[in-house]
């Protein structure tokens, strides 16, 4: 698990608890020989928190200009690609979904991160587009953070 997805799930459950809201955030297990459908998976009764989420986190200060669905997604040994496993992972599961990117910006200078709807990462590979460039990443909802902890606000990151 990256620090980023640890991160994330730790706000989470913090924020359940601090709130008083029935749920949890987690990370399930990567086993080599089996699929991993999304890095981290939110459950609640409550609409806003029934979520799957992916991570990718991208260095800005090494250069990288884009996350690509070449570079930075997997294709199993069928030629499934992770995008279209997460969508039907969603679809079947009833969870909405984004696609949390980090942007890695260098010593000195804080990580920050940003939510992409699932429907538009999906609708983006569909097209046949190469990905996202680091520029179209910052017009997305930032995941602001308080110290630690990343600020839970998934009507912001959630498109239906």
Known sequence: MTEFERQLVRSFNTYF?????????????????????????V???????YLGI???SISTDKGAKALYFTQHFT???QGSHQVDRMSEYLR???????????????????RVAFAIPWKVVADRFEAGKSGFKVE???EFPEIERT??????ETRKWVEE
């Open 17 to 41: 608890k601090e709130n008083g809201i029935k749920g949890i955030a987690f990370r399930l297990k990567q086993h080599r020989f089996s699929h991993q459908y999304l890095d981290v998976i």
């Open 43 to 49: 459950d609640s009764l409550h609409p806003d928190y």
């Open 54 to 56: 992916e991570c990718k």
């Open 75 to 77: 294709t199993d040994k």
């Open 92 to 110: 079947l599961s009833g969870r909405k979904g984004f696609l949390a990117v980090e942007l890695r910006q260098g010593v000195g200078k804080g």
């Open 136 to 138: 179209e990443i910052r």
């Open 147 to 152: 110290g630690s902890l990343y600020l839970i």
